[in-house]
């Protein structure tokens, strides 16, 4: 507990120190939710009110039906049981309740008596918070009345996600730590440079083929030494505006001598000296030599600073090693965007922008270098990429799909083109950072990478004799979009998949009585749903129990009704909007949904700051109290989901 | 676990605070259920542990009702010493001198804290120690002792671990394990960092909170069943 003592310690008019509750009972109102919103003279007021009780495990504090509720009940040590009886007098266990959380709130505010029965599973302390004091706490506060009516508000939302954010992105001490151990000589790109006689015309057009900012200027008869600089602003104030003639040499408007920094210099030294001098490109030396060039800009990037920046850089490079490194650079450019409070629609959106982008510059480098392909393609993204709703190292799920070719020869020359260019991109797609997709689920396995008519076929076959168990396996191919090439070709893919699924309502039949069957064996753990065995023992696999089912729904609702988004986010949208579903349950499923998500985002980036490999599985001891409350609220999210399928998709 | 304390030297003139107390505890009823008692848990912090020259510098107290920590009645006050520089000592106690120095005299707090416990039951940790302070207090400024019986916190969990966890022997090992702190540990309870008088008696409310309910489960019903058990560290199922 706290003991941030904000109440003086005034003696009152007789003297008495305290002529109020004891700081230990404000320190507990205080962590508590929603109390914690309040100002602290409330808080003293509130905790005068309260009374602290007592309850051996085992005791129970109240019953179903029976039990009027005089207090709102708020655990301080111990544990609770939810449940009620049903007709056959068998127990149906509702939630656990630990520290923290409430009893009695719902019925207090809806004036009824108790709807669940309450019992003890340990010996437990509770404030008792008079009926009155919270029913004026709801009126006098809507913090308290939001947290209470709206399971979601978007209040508490908030406050999770900055408790998210402070609690688990704190590990790695400062951003400095780049500044402290990237040299300059890490940084430095391929050297360009150009002979002093040069023209302006001239060095412009190699920065521009090249895509760089800056060019070294080297002595006419010594290639090795370096004279000068120019840069990008230079040809706009040397040159443009002093309308000078772009065939005059590169010296006349150079800055000369180049200032350098050696190669093994820190970056917060290269920072120091940009700022003190105000020179943003500086050369790099190495045994005498200048090997290159570092800027403000690569120093910034290296910090992880700016998403733009590193897209940009993307797609700027013009050789495959150089987008290596890039595809590597994402996670920090991620963090960095969660510091600044984006939720997690946005962040996978951007990683998905990213690699996007790497996929782009990856095929049309490949492209170039194998000359035009045969008959138009298209790329396709599966699954979660297809979704834009990968976190970090997803394994890559791609495909290829090609126009039917128009005889045998160009049938027989597109196998062998698309077979040898999807080979080359998965292996640098590998080196990007992006691992096999162990299904093998990848444009260069043959089956995945066939002409137009082939996929339909393999729809149709999906489409009209669904078997359950080839279908948990091929739910990735209804999500695909296109990453690269005609995107023509997927649209009509997608096109035909609609057609024909409407004409034949089993697919999606079966996919929503898959959804509705989809309840996992879970086991209730001190308040949470954990696997019950294997490696993962008392660990929560959020990305299988809490994200699938969502994305299951979206998925089979958006097949059912036409909707050719792939985004789960933008399918939900779609679906309220088009009055598929009620508003609530919109709201409802994209707040569980968000936050599950950002919990494994946050997950997988502290995992990777410290080393180890991404996954789903997620501690629920690490969680805060209000994590827990609001990942269990989106679990009962699932069972709305579930039922709102089965009403749609009733068994036959 | 409850003991009344001897009479007062009855020549001088008793307090009436003194006289109606006497007179509540004259026929005093142990017999109904435990609920229907009210209890105050006190602990007072002193100049030194010497009975006959140390003096109380402070006093905290809180009701118990119904069988629940009452936070709206709390009583808490320093004390001025008759000797101030003797307070050096008191720095341990979490009290500057300077506190003291503001702090209304002893002659002025007694009459509050009677007041303020009236005619409940007195708890505290130990509470022999706080027990002979407190007489000697009130026979100086009112000239008689309280007839409130006491109820020991620590005597309370001896008598909890012999009957509910079976620990015949609780010399050696246990011993050593009965502070106030060490006890709520070891029972699970929410723990607080010591600051005051108030905030110990705080401690001692849960600890006596635990005890009470954990012996009502267990069958025990009245304030003498209460007595038994801290005498013979077993009772009879009724």
Known sequence: ?652 | MIGRFKYSRWFETQHELITKNREFFKDFDQTRPLQQYNFVVFDMEMTGMNRKKDEIISIGGIKIRNLQIDLGHTFHYYIRPQKINHTEATLVHRITPEQLREAPPLTEVIPKFISFIGTDLLVGHYVGLDMSFLHRATESVLNGTLANPGIDTMRMAKGYKRVMLGYYHDRGETAHKLSLRDLSREFNLPVFEAHDALEDAMQTAYLFLFFIKKFKKGGLVSLRDLYHVGRSGRWTSR
């Open chain 1, 1 to 652: 507990m706290t003991n941030n003592r904000k109440h003086p310690q005034v003696p009152s008019f007789d003297g008495s120190v305290h002529a109020v509750a004891p700081d230990v009972a404000v320190d507990f109102l205080r962590n508590t939710m929603p109390f914690k919103e309040l100002p602290d003279d409330i808080l003293y007021s509130l905790a005068r009110h309260c009374r602290i009780d007592f309850f051996p495990k085992g005791t129970r504090i109240l019953t179903y039906n029976e039990s009027e509720i005089t207090h709102l009940y708020l655990i301080q040590r111990g544990g609770v049981k939810a449940f009620i009886t049903d007709a056959e007098d068998k127990i149906v266990l509702k939630d656990y309740r630990g520290v923290g959380a409430n009893i009695g709130a719902l019925g207090i505010i809806r004036g009824t008596r108790a709807n669940l029965n309450i019992e003890t599973i340990e010996d437990t302390f509770c404030f008792l918070l008079p009926r009155e004091n919270l029913l004026n706490l709801v009126r006098e506060y809507s913090v308290v009345a939001h947290f209470y009516l709206k399971s979601f508000s978007d209040n508490v939302v908030a406050t999770a996600y900055s408790e998210l954010r402070r609690n688990r992105m704190t590990r790695r001490t400062t951003d400095a730590l780049y500044l402290f151990s990237v040299t300059a000589g890490e940084l430095t790109k391929t050297l360009h440079a150009i002979p002093g006689t040069a023209s302006i015309q001239k060095a412009a057009a190699i920065m521009t083929d090249h895509a760089i900012g800056s060019l070294l200027v080297h002595d006419d008869k010594e290639p090795g030494s370096v004279v000068g600089i120019i840069t990008d602003t230079d040809f706009r104030t040397k040159v443009v505006a002093s309308g000078r003639d772009y065939r005059d040499p590169v010296t006349t408007i150079m800055s000369s001598p180049l200032k350098t920094v050696q190669s093994q210099t820190l970056c917060f030294d290269i920072l120091l000296k940009m700022m003190s001098t105000g020179i943003h490109h500086l050369g790099v030396e190495q045994d005498g030599q200048v090997t290159g060039i570092v800027t403000s800009h690569d120093i910034m990037v290296q910090q992880g600073n700016s998403p733009y920046y590193l897209f940009k850089e993307i797609v700027a490079q013009s050789e495959f090693q150089g987008l290596y490194p890039l595809g590597q650079k994402i996670s920090g450019i991620i963090r960095n965007i969660i510091n600044e409070g984006a939720k997690a629609g946005n962040i996978t959106r951007m990683i998905a922008i990213l690699n996007d982008q790497i996929v782009v510059r990856i095929l049309s480098l490949l492209q170039e270098q194998m000359g035009p392909p045969p008959v138009k393609y298209c790329w396709l993204l599966l699954g979660s990429e297809g979704r834009r709703e990968q976190t970090f190292k997803t394994d890559q799920d791609n495909a290829l799909i090609y126009a039917d070719p128009e005889n045998e020869e160009q049938r027989r020359r597109a196998e062998d083109y698309f077979k040898l260019f999807a080979e080359q991109a998965i292996e640098h797609l590998v080196h990007c950072g992006y691992p096999l997709c162990k299904g093998d689920v990848m444009a260069r396995n043959p089956k995945w990478c066939q002409p137009l008519s082939v996929w339909k076929s393999y729809f149709l076959n999906w489409i009209n004799a669904p078997d359950p168990q080839e279908l948990l396996n091929s739910t990735i191919f209804f999500d695909f979009r296109c990453g690269f090439g005609t995107e023509q070709l997927a649209v009509d893919l997608r096109e035909y998949l609609i057609e024909q699924s409407n004409k034949k309502g089993l697919l999606t039949y079966h996919l929503g009585r898959q959804c509705i069957a989809n309840r996992a064996p879970l086991s209730l753990f001190n308040n949470f749903i954990v696997e019950k065995d294997g490696e993962h023992r008392d660990k929560l696999d959020i990305k299988f129990r809490g994200l699938t089912p969502f994305v299951d729904f979206a998925r089979t609702l958006a097949l059912k009704y036409g909707i050719r988004e792939t985004n789960t986010l933008d399918r939900l949208r779609v679906l309220m909007t088009e009055e598929k579903i009620p508003r609530d349950l919109y709201r409802a499923t994209v707040d569980a949904y968000e936050f599950q998500m950002q919990l494994r985002v946050i997950h997988q980036l502290s995992q990777i700051e410290k080393g180890d490999f991404p996954d789903n599985f997620i501690h629920p001891e690490h969680l805060t109290d209000l994590e827990r409350r609001m990942l269990r609220d989106a679990f009962t999210v699932i069972e709305k989901t579930q039922s709102f399928l089965e009403n749609i998709f009733p068994a036959s």
